[in-house]
């Protein structure tokens, strides 16, 4: 698959920028390559006025993964501040596992080669 490293670091760019709108002042990302996949860990505080928001997001990221959608649109990750983007990453990403506590969320993204 073409452009995939570029791919990661587009759903990274989304996410650390979806955050930092929501009022996020302690955002970690990790993204790790394993032999057949790549692992992309967020962990960050939030306002916790922002809670809806947070559930929509959790929503947008556990959509199903869209082959077609992903190869033409991949590059539009990261360049709007709107939600619909959101749920391009979600399109672009094999699973997705969110713990939300009281003001915090880690959000676990796996993308398969």
Same mark, same amino acid.
């Given at each position: ?24 002042? #302690?955002?970690?990302? #990790? ?49 709007? /501040?709107?939600? #619909? ?9 094999? /699973?997705?596992?969110? #713990? ?14």
């Amino acid at each position: 698959m073409k452009h995939f490293k570029q791919r990661i670091t587009k759903i990274a760019d989304e996410l650390i920028t979806y955050f930092f709108s929501i009022g996020a002042t #302690n955002i970690n990302i #990790n993204i790790e390559e394993k032999s057949d996949h790549f692992e992309i860990l967020l962990k960050c505080n939030y306002c916790t006025t922002n809670k809806t928001k947070i559930d929509r997001l959790s929503k947008h990221l556990q959509c199903e993964k869209q082959m077609e959608v992903e190869e033409y649109y991949w590059e539009l990750a990261g360049s709007s /501040d709107v939600d #619909n983007e959101l749920t391009l990453v979600g399109m672009m990403v094999d /699973d997705a596992k969110i #713990n939300i506590e009281k003001d915090s969320i880690e959000i676990m993204l796996y993308k398969y080669k």
